[in-house]
């Protein structure tokens, strides 16, 4: 191999090196060899559209028509290899014959890769998912550079793989592990790849010439499922395997409100024995999905989570985070920033605390990290009883009870230790951020990081300028929030700020509706069937009806309009310790492994329970839009989405509105309104938005 090509190999940079460059593709010819670099224009990510693919075309007539011994793919984006389809083609179409044809076309370019009579390899490195991965399996190896991922999470946007990936991936390694990823969305990286069979080779970016040449001088065994796994590609096996997918996947995604999962299991079940029948089946069934409701408002989602991303862009500068306070919320963001690659120091003034927060760290730690990335995890979460890292913290959270008095003599403290130029923040729920900013010496570095539980599922982080925050404190805390793989939402003081101030009077209705009477497994039955991911009973025992009494006493107080009736008994039960989930007993009681012990639901819910608790969700939201708490409706459904879980495939309660009718949300609150009082009052915005 030539002193050249070896460093063509490198990803960085690939771009202006040896090889002739198109738009989005570069060729190298080394030797007998002939390199197709990936490197999608104007983009920092590889994605897969109809340009790329017919540039793509001229390339293989130009392979089929050479004298080549081999055809080696790779990417020259530092990210990897491919993010799979750009999905701002897939927005809005309609017309199952022109989405056919469009499908068609792709997979024409692939099954040429596929055919070709030389060997190809495609040598991928960091995120090789959705057509990234199709591309891959099309060539004879996969050499994988030892930070890759593999996946295919098409699922998560109302769809299966559709350039033959759910054909090639099932006959490639054993099926129901093949099923499992799709179905699931879920990435393996490289080592696990090897072990499924999804790669031939994991090597670091040092060895990845001589891992090519390995495998095209037939030194490398391609490894087959196996006669065991074989066997459950035959036809009674698929059936009965496809029964028990179907089920569990019912518990995760009902088959009411998504249809990708129970697509991709018929399409296994019917055609999963030949390759060539599933790979044709496989094009019909991408193309029937893609103009569906569901599938167009979860390719919504996508983009409003890019959105929320892109108000994290850049790095923050923040290496060590010191949280004050290690209760559940302290210790989890804590955990997680530490899983990120942070120093925290987290401190208390209860050391028991401190040790819990330590064993529940240890816990995410090791769900998470095996091996020296464990112990580095571990080593960077320290327990901080004197609280000396606020000397040398970058940033100082707050993660106290809510009680303003407690903060301000927190704040004191702080404020006399911390770095000059260290932001300053809290976490608080419910509190006025620009009441707690008074005192401080230095307003314009004080900001809210609002958080929701558990932080390692909900990607939500509300983060909140006061009167006199600084925007450099605001555009620190923004992008430290991004640092941690969580997605921020700007938005203004206010009470409750955008999230709780929506979810309160939905779970207030919620336990008022329990109050009268209604079985709570009911109430939870209804949201769920709306498309909740649990119900608001449970959802309630979740965050901690400490909190939630908190919150809702907050908002009662200083919102100017009626929220529901605090009922007596939620206040007995905070005074009990009933607190929900983390001590064991709220609204329900809980098993050893935090689940709920709920009794059969004894009547079905109806639609109009629905509406009780959902309604007052969407007019408080449109009260916040129309005094700017949020920047606009798109905003406020991806902190909905990515901070409550409300129903994705809805694409978000505000677009849910517009698609059910702003007028008839109007006129069902006004009506909700005459039964059970003026807090269902609607919006003005409602009128406006009709307008």
Same mark, same amino acid.
């Given at each position: 191999?030539?002193?050249? !090509?070896?460093?063509?190999?490198?990803?960085?940079?690939?771009?202006?090196? =040896?090889?002739?460059?198109?738009?989005?593709?570069?060729?190298?010819?080394?030797?007998?060899?002939?390199?197709?670099?990936?490197?999608?224009?104007?983009?920092?990510?590889?994605?897969?559209?109809?340009?790329?693919?017919?540039?793509?075309?001229?390339?293989?007539?130009?392979?089929?028509?050479?004298?080549?011994?081999?055809?080696?793919?790779?990417?020259?984006?530092?990210?990897?290899?491919?993010?799979?389809?750009?999905?701002?083609?897939?927005?809005?179409?309609?017309?199952?014959?022109?989405?056919?044809?469009?499908?068609?076309?792709?997979?024409?370019?692939?099954?040429?890769?596929?055919?070709?009579?030389?060997?190809?390899?495609?040598?991928?490195?960091?995120?090789?998912?959705?057509? @990234?991965?199709?591309?891959?399996?099309?060539?004879?190896?996969?050499?994988?550079?030892?930070?890759?991922?593999?996946?295919? #999470?098409? %699922?998560?946007?109302?769809?299966?793989?559709?350039?033959?990936?759910?054909?090639?991936?099932?006959?490639?390694?054993?099926?129901?592990?093949?099923?499992?990823?799709?179905? =699931?969305?879920?990435?393996?990286?490289?080592?696990?790849?090897?072990?499924?069979?999804?790669?031939?080779?994991?090597?670091?970016?040092?060895?990845?010439?001589?891992?090519?040449?390995?495998?095209?001088?037939?030194?490398?065994?391609? +490894?087959?499922?196996?006669?065991?796994?074989?066997?459950?590609?035959?036809?009674?096996?698929?059936?009965?395997?496809?029964?028990?997918?179907?089920?569990?996947?019912?518990?995760?995604?009902?088959?009411?409100?998504?249809?990708?999962?129970?697509?991709?299991?018929?399409?296994?079940?019917?055609?999963?024995?030949?390759?060539?029948?599933?790979?044709?089946?496989?094009?019909?069934?991408?193309? *029937?999905?893609?103009?569906?409701?569901?599938?167009?408002?979860?390719?919504?989602?996508?983009?409003?989570?890019?959105?929320?991303?892109? *108000?994290?862009?850049?790095?923050?500068?923040?290496?060590?985070?010191?949280?004050?306070?290690?209760?559940?919320?302290?210790?989890?963001?804590?955990?997680?920033?530490?899983?990120?690659?942070?120093?925290?120091?987290?401190?208390?003034?209860?050391?028991?605390?401190?040790?819990?927060?330590?064993?529940?760290?240890?816990?995410?730690?090791?769900?998470?990290?095996?091996?020296?990335?464990?112990?580095?995890?571990?080593?960077?979460?320290?327990?901080?009883?004197? @609280?000396?890292?606020?000397?040398?913290?970058?940033?100082?959270?707050?993660?106290?009870?809510?009680?303003?008095?407690?903060?301000?003599?927190?704040?004191?403290?702080?404020?006399?230790?911390?770095?000059?130029?260290?932001?300053?923040?809290?976490?608080?729920?419910?509190?006025?951020?620009?009441?707690?900013?008074?005192?401080?010496?230095? #307003?314009?570095?004080?900001?809210?990081?609002?958080?929701?539980?558990?932080?390692?599922?909900?990607?939500?982080?509300?983060?909140?300028?006061?009167?006199?925050?600084?925007?450099?404190?605001?555009?620190?805390?923004?992008?430290?929030?991004?640092?941690?793989?969580?997605?921020?939402?700007?938005?203004?003081?206010?009470?409750?700020?955008?999230?709780?101030?929506?979810?309160?009077?939905?779970?207030?209705?919620?336990?008022?509706?329990?109050?009268?009477?209604?079985?709570?497994?009911?109430?939870?039955? !209804?949201?769920?069937?709306?498309?909740?991911?649990?119900?608001?009973?449970?959802?309630?025992?979740?965050?901690?009806?400490?909190?939630?009494?908190?919150?809702?006493?907050?908002? !009662?107080?200083?919102?100017?309009?009626?929220?529901?009736?605090?009922?007596?008994?939620?206040?007995?039960?905070?005074?009990?310790?009933?607190?929900?989930?983390?001590?064991?007993?709220?609204?329900?009681?809980?098993?050893?492994?935090?689940?709920?012990?709920?009794? +059969?639901?004894?009547?079905?819910?109806?639609?109009?329970?629905?509406?009780?608790?959902?309604?007052?969700?969407?007019?408080?939201?449109?009260?916040?839009?129309?005094?700017?708490? %949020?920047?606009?409706?798109?905003?406020?459904?991806?902190?909905?989405?990515?901070?409550? @879980?409300?129903?994705?495939?809805?694409?978000?309660?505000?677009?849910?509105?517009?698609?059910?009718?702003?007028?008839?949300?109007?006129?069902?609150?006004?009506?909700?309104?005459?039964?059970?009082?003026?807090?269902?009052?609607?919006?003005?915005?409602?009128?406006?938005?009709?307008?």
């Amino acid at each position: 191999m030539t002193k050249s !090509a070896k460093k063509f190999l490198s990803p960085a940079p690939l771009t202006g090196t =040896t090889g002739t460059r198109g738009i989005h593709w570069i060729k190298h010819e080394d030797g007998k060899r002939l390199w197709l670099v990936l490197d999608r224009a104007a983009v920092a990510v590889n994605t897969f559209n109809e340009p790329v693919f017919r540039e793509l075309d001229a390339l293989l007539d130009e392979v089929e028509a050479g004298d080549w011994e081999a055809v080696i793919f790779r990417s020259a984006k530092q990210s990897g290899f491919a993010a799979g389809a750009d999905l701002n083609q897939f927005k809005g179409l309609k017309g199952n014959a022109e989405i056919k044809a469009k499908v068609d076309e792709a997979n024409a370019v692939v099954d040429r890769v596929a055919a070709l009579d030389v060997p190809t390899v495609c040598v991928a490195h960091g995120i090789c998912v959705g057509g @990234g991965l199709e591309l891959a399996l099309a060539c004879d190896f996969i050499v994988a550079r030892d930070d890759a991922s593999f996946g295919f #999470p098409e %699922v998560l946007v109302g769809l299966h793989p559709g350039l033959g990936g759910t054909a090639r991936l099932t006959h490639r390694i054993a099926p129901v592990e093949a099923m499992k990823m799709m179905l =699931t969305g879920r990435t393996q990286k490289a080592k696990k790849a090897k072990r499924l069979g999804i790669v031939d080779l994991v090597v670091p970016e040092r060895d990845v010439a001589n891992a090519v040449d390995a495998v095209l001088s037939g030194k490398v065994e391609r +490894k087959t499922p196996g006669a065991m796994a074989g066997a459950t590609n035959l036809y009674p096996a698929r059936v009965a395997i496809a029964r028990q997918m179907r089920a569990e996947t019912e518990k995760q995604a009902p088959s009411d409100h998504y249809d990708s999962p129970y697509a991709l299991i018929d399409l296994w079940e019917d055609h999963g024995g030949s390759l060539s029948d599933m790979l044709e089946a496989e094009r019909e069934s991408f193309a *029937n999905l893609l103009p569906t409701q569901t599938t167009q408002n979860l390719i919504r989602v996508f983009f409003l989570r890019e959105r929320l991303k892109a *108000n994290g862009k850049g790095k923050s500068g923040v290496k060590h985070l010191h949280v004050v306070g290690a209760g559940t919320m302290g210790a989890e963001i804590g955990a997680w920033a530490a899983l990120q690659g942070m120093t925290v120091t987290i401190s208390d003034p209860f050391t028991e605390a401190l040790g819990k927060a330590v064993k529940s760290a240890n816990k995410l730690f090791k769900r998470k990290l095996d091996g020296p990335d464990l112990l580095a995890a571990q080593d960077r979460f320290i327990p901080d009883p004197k @609280g000396d890292g606020v000397v040398s913290a970058d940033l100082v959270l707050e993660a106290a009870p809510e009680k303003v008095a407690l903060k301000h003599k927190i704040y004191e403290g702080l404020e006399a230790k911390m770095k000059p130029d260290a932001v300053l923040a809290t976490n608080t729920s419910s509190l006025d951020l620009n009441e707690l900013a008074r005192g401080l010496k230095k #307003p314009e570095r004080f900001v809210g990081i609002h958080f929701f539980n558990p932080v390692s599922r909900l990607e939500l982080v509300e983060v909140v300028k006061q009167a006199k925050s600084g925007d450099a404190a605001y555009e620190t805390a923004l992008k430290f929030v991004g640092d941690i793989s969580r997605q921020p939402l700007p938005v203004k003081a206010s009470p409750g700020f955008l999230v709780n101030r929506a979810l309160m009077p939905y779970l207030g209705e919620a336990l008022l509706m329990i109050d009268e009477g209604e079985q709570k497994e009911r109430i939870d039955a !209804a949201a769920e069937d709306f498309g909740m991911p649990m119900g608001p009973a449970e959802l309630a025992d979740q965050v901690g009806l400490d909190i939630c009494l908190a919150v809702a006493e907050s908002l !009662a107080r200083d919102l100017d309009r009626p929220m529901p009736e605090i009922p007596q008994w939620l206040r007995d039960k905070v005074a009990a310790g009933e607190l929900g989930r983390k001590t064991g007993k709220g609204l329900y009681d809980y098993d050893s492994d935090g689940k709920p012990k709920k009794a +059969k639901v004894k009547q079905p819910p109806t639609a109009a329970m629905q509406d009780r608790m959902v309604l007052p969700m969407l007019d408080a939201i449109a009260r916040c839009l129309d005094s700017g708490v %949020v920047e606009d409706a798109d905003s406020a459904d991806a902190a909905m989405i990515f901070g409550t @879980g409300f129903a994705p495939f809805r694409g978000g309660p505000m677009h849910y509105a517009r698609d059910r009718g702003y007028t008839d949300v109007r006129m069902t609150l006004s009506s909700l309104a005459e039964r059970h009082g003026e807090r269902f009052e609607p919006s003005a915005w409602w009128r406006k938005a009709e307008g």
